[in-house]
């Protein structure tokens, strides 16, 4: 099955029109009361966890840019990209990709076959917040939340509003994206669609072996749709969806040792969230489901034209749940719910479609005093085909010590099930694969403080540790590598973030550094006489620092990012490693005077504008000083005041 985008978005065009011409007829002026339906189990009961949420700058300033674009440049979390349009993947604290989740509106929308997903694949800009939970939480979010967690959301607002949002970007290497969003909302009901398409050669040069050589079959072409619907029947329901639908073309480059091999990939994706939920009073209740479609082909063609490998996986993923909460007067809040999930995935090396069938019962507390002390407490009871239940428990405490400074605190055990790629992948699968287990512990301050009435200093700093067992690696064999359950690896360190806002006249200013120092090492010995035990894993570097400076001055922005990756080992005895390399990139965006009710900003950007030499990935080079630059329209009613700077900066 392959998705064709552009049938699809003329038909979503077509719904989307027709939703809102019918609703258009209906709209009303007189006010009704606020109904809340933006907040989520992971937020209310994630207590003790430190949680980072994005600029909302960078995000509506991303355009067609990936989350893992956006998420390398301006945090301390690291993201392994074997260059631009090829694979990226998102981990954090040490764990590998496969133990951080990636959570769409509730929904984890890691590929079940594989048990992750391409981050270059997320436009940054569908997501009205995104959000990076640290720590273990699969009571919450269910399996592979060893590491942490990426929260993408969308969030309607019941208010008359209309806005037309249309952007171009033209970059090197024959780069160039465009995007066009429509949002239109009322008291009752909400809208929104937005469609992009971003194409790129990649063909930048580099070096190597000393001589100068250029990226080539490196094209990629993505394009896909988001919508998001949500409809208000009295004041105390609602109910909508949202679909997600994307298709990507790349050609896959190959390695600095390797010659062109004509390997390309294609995917596709459907993803459909329809969800209901009922408040009233003290009560609530949601009913969400979620059907997820994903689609691979990969194809290695050599100069005989003769297909040497044409692989094609599919992977499915159905599923519902329901959830209660009901909040006490005395500040006690209890939550529970039941989650079930059909996954299947079809992989010619798998033999065929395996399935899997798995449920979870789900129970939460939250208790908050008047002194602003909160304690939570989630118990999480999984229930796998072919393997034993699982129960996962976390307890988090917060609250201020002094009155600018509060600690928080958290322990949890959580659980990574094998993917299904693990169990039946031939030849090398194993069936008889142990799930990971972590038992996780942090603690944090948090100090915020006001220096002056124009200037607010924000500090957070976290210790973490993490204990896993029964970590699950492939390893080479005679023949073919295979998987098993053979490493024992603990994770600690520090995080620490600090943040300065504050105003000089008619500038406006601010300051963000993120830090985090992981050890992540090898407990046992994996062979005799094994020299890896003890050594830090592979592609986990030691220090990560991402550091941001921003100005703004009237209709006028300019922000300076510089970024500094520690040496990072690429074989597991640490003999052989990538050398630490600094980043630096500076943008620059203007407003042009606003007319009637149309804005025009236009904006430059330079990346790596020290044209430093790095690879993020052994042998896989990444592009030195490069320039994109565009502009964006928006059209809005009722016309505002504030010009287009305001949602920017």
């Keep these: 099955m392959n ?39 992971i937020s209310r009961f994630s207590c003790g966890l430190h949680v980072e949420k994005l600029d909302s700058l960078q995000l509506r300033s991303a355009g067609c840019s990936s989350i893992g674009d956006v998420l390398a440049n301006t945090t301390s979390s690291y993201v392994k990209s074997m260059g631009p349009g090829s694979l990226s993947a998102f981990s954090m604290r040490g764990c590998s990709v496969y133990q951080t989740a990636i959570v769409w509106n509730g929904i984890d929308i890691r590929a079940p076959g594989a048990g992750m997903i391409d981050i270059t694949l997320i436009p940054a800009s569908f997501f009205e917040t995104v959000e990076i939970l640290h720590g273990g939480a699969s009571s919450l979010s269910g399996s592979g939340v060893i590491g942490g967690s990426l929260i993408l959301e969308n969030h309607p607002e019941f208010k008359p509003d209309k806005v037309v949002v249309a952007g171009i970007t033209f970059a090197n290497f024959g780069g160039n994206n465009q995007q066009l969003s429509v949002k239109w909302s009322g008291e009752k009901y909400y809208t929104s669609t937005t469609a992009f398409r971003q194409f790129s050669l ?32 009295g004041n105390s329901q609602s109910y909508g969806y949202s679909l997600w639908l994307q298709e990507s073309d790349r050609e896959i480059a190959p390695s600095m040792t390797s010659s062109d091999n004509n390997a390309s990939r294609n995917d596709a994706s459907f993803r459909f969230l329809p969800s209901f939920r009922f408040l009233k009073g003290k009560n609530s209740f949601q009913l969400k489901g979620s059907f997820l479609y994903d689609f691979l082909r990969y ?66 507390a ?9 304690v939570s407490l989630s118990v999480r009871h999984q229930i796998v085909e072919g393997y034993h239940s699982f129960v996962s428990p976390s307890v988090g405490v917060e609250g201020n010590v002094l009155k600018k400074l509060r600690f928080r605190s958290n322990f949890s055990r959580n659980y990574r099930i094998p993917s299904l790629n693990d169990r039946f992948w031939q030849p090398g699968g194993n069936q008889d694969l142990l799930p990971e287990i972590s038992i996780n512990a942090e603690s944090g301050l948090d100090y915020l403080f006001d220096l002056s009435e124009l200037a607010r200093l924000g500090i957070h700093s976290t210790v973490f540790i993490s204990d896993i067992s029964n970590w699950i690696s492939w390893m080479p064999g005679t023949n073919f590598w295979s998987v098993q359950n053979i490493q024992h690896v603990i994770n600690r360190g520090v995080e620490s973030s600090l943040e300065l806002n504050s105003r000089i006249q008619n500038i406006r200013y601010r300051i963000k550094g993120n830090y985090t120092f992981v050890r992540s090492t090898y407990q046992n010995e994996i062979l005799k006489n094994d020299l890896n035990s003890g050594k830090q894993l592979i592609y986990v570097p030691t220090h990560r620092f991402s550091g ?15 970024g500094y990756t520690g040496r990072t080992y690429v074989t597991s005895d640490n003999v052989e490693f990538l050398p630490v390399y600094d980043l630096a990139n500076v943008s620059f965006s203007s407003d042009l005077p606003q007319y009637k009710r149309i804005s025009i900003n236009i904006h430059i950007e330079i990346m790596n504008i020290w044209n430093k030499e790095y690879q993020v990935v052994q042998y896989y080079p990444m592009p030195g000083r490069w320039m994109k630059g565009g502009l964006v329209i928006k059209w809005l009613k009722p016309a505002r005041n504030a010009a287009f700077a305001g949602s920017y900066l």
């Design 299 to 364: 194809r290695e063609i050599p100069g005989d034209s003769i297909v040497l490998i044409n692989s094609v996986i599919t992977n499915n993923s159905l599923s519902a749940e329901a959830e209660y909460n009901h909040v006490f007067v005395n500040g006690i809040h209890i939550g529970s719910g039941i989650n079930v999930q059909l996954i299947s995935v079809d992989v010619n090396s798998n033999g065929g479609l395996n399935k899997q069938l798995q449920s979870a019962g789900f129970i939460d």
């Design 548 to 562: 941001q400076l921003s100005l703004t001055y009237k209709l006028y922005s300019l922000i300076y990012q510089h």
């Design 202 to 233: 990649n063909n930048f040069q580099y070096n190597y072996a000393n001589e100068t050589r250029k990226n080539l079959h490196g094209m990629q072409e993505q394009k896909g749709i988001m919508q998001n619907v949500q409809i208000k029947n």
């Design 3 to 41: 998705i064709k985008i552009p049938s699809i978005v003329f038909n979503l065009i077509l719904f989307l029109l027709g939703i809102v011409s019918g609703f258009a007829q209906h709209d009303t002026s007189h006010q009704l009361p606020v109904f809340t339906i933006n907040e989520n189990r």
């Design 366 to 374: 939250r208790k908050e005093w008047k002194s602003k002390w909160i």
